[in-house]
């Protein structure tokens, strides 16, 4: 028994937290709901003044029909102030004699209903109704206003429609809703399937960058130590420098890498933050080719144009091309020699490189483009088009152009 009566209790805190739970704010009627208001004030203050007039005979007329005018053109706010509506309809019915409850009884119902539909303020509103029914129920010598019986059908039968119209309604707007909430998710889920991938093909893009370049030149410079180890250790020795060195420089630009894929919303790296060099860009270029030179490429570098600083995006993308078309002459064009071309223009930064072509070398594989696609994709980010093709006379030619005047 105590556990069925703490059930009960427990449904009626559950039943009365839903009655008294504070909703939103109304929502704003439309133009429509203002017109039926406004239609809906006049025909029942029509309806009132002329029930008084031939229905009801009393001293205080001009106060009776005051307060019918008053509580009918009330309900032209009903929507927007639901709660003050009731209020003032209430206010109307008390302020006359005991005949006022007749006029201003179906003004109330109208107004109890649309302060239970639209008021924000649940428990005031659940008072405010109390209130009404206790007024109309104990009103001295009133009696409240009784439909001819040909009016029976219509009183019972237009509110049980319109109450069924409502409910039709809500449900069709509930149904709306779940679906626009199931399709609001699906596309959430969408788009955080399209980040992470972009995400996942971002770091690759990165890692491919940073990696591939110095990896393949300390593969070189490690099998030439090897060869000359026995033979010539003053050149094992310079080749295996130069594998320390390319591996430092590959340790710096995966430390870059990481901080810049680890950042915060304000760009700090949550670590060593401070121990970040900035990322490498045109001034770097001459660095790179000295490291390609020592991998056993000949490389040449020339600049041209009025130098300028430039967004450091658009400064790193022309040094992944570089980078990245560099590596590629040094895995498949073995003895090959190479020239880079830097041109600033007025509208552009346009970057070439080209190698005059060889064999592959032991590092060298079929590969998956993977490194081009990369650096379009780069590119693209600032409106930029990169082009690739072996020349008709041996060799492979990278061009890059990236627009600069609307960075």
């Not at 009365?16 to 429509?32: D, I, M, N, V």
């Not at 001459?286 to 995006?313: F, H, K, M, N, Q």
Request: charged share 20%; hydrophobic share 45%; with cysteine.
């Amino acid at each position: 028994m105590a556990g069925e009566n703490g059930q009960v209790r427990d449904h009626i805190r559950t039943g009365w937290r839903l009655l008294t739970r504070s909703a939103g704010q109304p929502p704003e009627p439309t133009r429509r709901n203002l017109l039926f208001d406004v239609a809906l004030a006049v025909v029942l203050g029509t309806a009132m003044v002329q029930y008084a007039r031939t229905e009801i005979s009393s001293d205080d007329s001009a106060v009776l029909l005051i307060g019918a005018v008053i509580a009918a053109a009330a309900l032209v706010v009903r929507r927007r102030y639901p709660l003050a509506v009731l209020w003032v309809v209430i206010a109307a019915t008390l302020v006359a004699s005991a005949d006022q409850p007749r006029l201003t009884f179906y003004a109330c119902v109208i107004a109890a209903y649309s302060a239970a539909a639209y008021s924000p303020y649940r428990i005031p509103t659940l008072a405010t109704v109390g209130v009404a029914v206790l007024i109309f129920s104990t009103a001295v010598d009133s009696v409240l206003p009784v439909a001819p019986t040909q009016y029976i059908p219509l009183v019972v039968m237009v509110p049980i429609a319109v109450a069924a119209d409502g409910l039709r309604r809500w449900k069709l707007r509930a149904d709306e809703r779940r679906t626009e909430l199931a399709d609001l998710e699906r596309r959430q889920a969408e788009a955080l399937r399209r980040a992470a991938e972009e995400e996942r093909a971002r770091i690759a893009r990165e890692l491919h960058d940073v990696v591939t370049h110095n990896v393949a030149v300390m593969i070189i410079q490690a099998g030439a130590a090897r060869k000359v180890m026995l033979t010539s250790p003053a050149e094992a020795s310079e080749a295996l420098l130069a594998v320390e060195s390319g591996g430092r420089a590959a340790m710096v630009e995966l430390r870059q890498a990481m901080g810049l894929l680890t950042t915060d919303g304000d760009g700090r790296d949550e670590g060593d933050a401070a121990e970040l060099e900035p990322q490498p860009g045109v001034s770097s270029l001459p660095s790179l080719v000295s490291r390609v030179r020592d991998a056993g490429l000949d490389v040449d570098l020339t600049i041209t144009g009025a130098e300028r600083p430039l967004p450091r995006g658009i400064e790193l993308a022309a040094y992944r091309v570089v980078q990245e078309a560099l590596t590629n002459s040094v895995k498949h064009a073995v003895g090959a020699s190479a020239s880079v071309d830097v041109v600033y223009g007025e509208r552009e930064l346009r970057v070439e490189v080209v190698d005059t072509g060889g064999t592959a070398g032991e590092s060298a594989s079929s590969g998956n483009m993977r490194g081009l696609i990369g650096l379009r994709e780069r590119v693209a980010v600032y409106n930029g088009t990169v082009e690739a093709a072996r020349l008709p006379t041996g060799g492979y030619r990278v061009t890059a152009s990236i627009p600069v005047e609307d960075s």
